[in-house]
């Protein structure tokens, strides 16, 4: 007998009401009765998740469901996306619909995601729609180096960790904590952020990944200059890309803002 496939939406219904169980603090939780009400149920429920198994048999209904998303935010190909000037690029939108060989994530020195429910964050929204699986990978990775170097050790700035992105488009995540400006930017921070980016494109050529698109590390909550860091990675970019020919095929910037859409502009004209 052939095996009926799900919908999209009976997917959706299937996999609120499976996160609620395994959640157990909110099995009782009121589903909604739109398409919107329930796709955010199961954002928050994965948000606030940690990282433990899943049975097998969740997790495919998941990647179906989550594969689908992509397919309906629609998925950007690099040949969608114009040189701007020497192998770099400008991309506004959401990361997590680019078929790159790697996307890079604003993370915490905690690595495992953000845990606050619906947040508009990129490292919610690149493990949400990664799946569950991102957050556990993140976490075995921790514990290694946690049994390396003792059971505080957080990830330092500026040193990324590589993971599969799952059911992104893209082919691999780098997640690297950015440089956060307390009181007043120093030289120091400005280091600490150039080192993002010098670091990542060196585990880009280390892995064979031939492009990958930053997002705007250390902006926002962090605090970092918008102008100031768009100077510091087109500058950065620049450097490296022109004492490693070769080694990569395109570097694009992704911006959500349209005030960063035009500090990236002005820095590549």
Avoid at 226 to 247: C, F, H, M, Q, Y
């Amino acid at each position: 007998m052939k095996e009926e496939i799900m919908t999209q939406d009976q997917r959706l219904d299937y996999l609120v009401e499976e996160f609620k169980t395994d959640s157990v603090q909110y099995e009782n939780l009121q589903t909604p009765g739109d398409t919107e009400g329930k796709r955010r149920i199961l954002r928050s429920l994965m948000n606030v998740r940690m990282p433990r198994q899943m049975p097998e048999s969740i997790l495919a209904v998941q990647d179906e469901y989550l594969q689908g998303r992509a397919e309906e935010k629609g998925i950007v190909r690099l040949s969608d996306i114009p040189v701007i000037k020497d192998g770099m690029s400008i991309w506004q939108g959401d990361i997590t619909r680019l078929d790159v060989d790697a996307i890079v994530n604003a993370a915490n020195s905690q690595m495992l995601g953000c845990f606050v429910p619906m947040h508009t964050c990129i490292d919610n929204c690149i493990h949400t729609f990664a799946g569950v699986q991102l957050r556990a990978e993140c976490a075995r990775q921790m514990q290694e180096l946690r049994i390396l170097y003792g059971s505080d050790y957080e990830q330092p700035t500026a040193v990324p960790m590589l993971t599969d992105a799952y059911n992104l488009p893209a082919k691999k995540v780098i997640h690297i904590v950015g440089p956060i400006v307390q009181a007043y930017l120093t030289p120091e921070l400005e280091k600490d952020l150039a080192d993002c980016y010098r670091n990542a494109l060196e585990m880009c050529a280390d892995n064979n990944l031939k492009s990958v698109a930053f997002c705007c590390i250390s902006t926002g909550v962090f605090h970092f200059p918008n102008d100031r860091a768009a100077e510091i990675a087109v500058r950065t970019v620049k450097e490296w890309l022109s004492a490693n020919p070769g080694k990569m095929d395109r570097v694009i910037f992704n911006v959500f803002k349209e005030e960063d859409r035009e500090y990236y502009e002005a820095e590549l004209r």
